[in-house]
């Protein structure tokens, strides 16, 4: 069956850090590039970070030097490393399987998705 499945998500404080995992199934995760996207309540769903088949990175502008995109061939699994969180940053985190093999920062890019791990930074 080919999946995606979003782990690591959860309660966080302001300034703290998580770390999303993202495990694939049915495919080999290493000859595509892959993304992470985030939707926040009330509006619509965002390019945070992507990772090209040859480990190439793009990030959304205002997240960059924040978040770290990376990925276990391995292990068949791509992370997001997310320190210094803020409040913003609440929202629900979905990995998603490119249509290619190289970074892409729109949605329609994408072929699979994630079911997604909610993010909350709160105190």
């Known amino acids: 069956q080919v999946q995606l499945v979003e782990s690591g998500g959860g309660l966080a404080q302001p300034g703290g850090s998580l770390r999303l995992s993202c495990a694939a199934s049915g495919f080999t995760l290493s000859a595509t590039a892959m993304g992470w996207f985030r939707q926040a309540p009330g509006k619509e769903r965002e390019f945070v970070a992507s990772?090209?088949?040859?480990?190439?990175?793009d990030y959304a502008p205002s997240l960059k030097g924040r978040f770290t995109i990376s990925r276990d061939n391995a292990k068949n699994t791509v992370h997001l490393q997310m320190n210094n969180l803020k409040p913003e940053d609440t929202a629900l985190y979905y990995c998603?399987?490119?249509?290619?093999?190289?970074?892409?920062?729109?949605?329609?890019?994408?072929?699979?998705w994630g079911q997604g791990t909610q993010v909350t930074v709160s105190s």
């Open positions: 998603a399987k490119s249509r290619g093999m190289l970074t892409a920062a729109v949605p329609e890019k994408y072929e699979l």
């Open positions: 990772i090209s088949w040859g480990s190439d990175t």
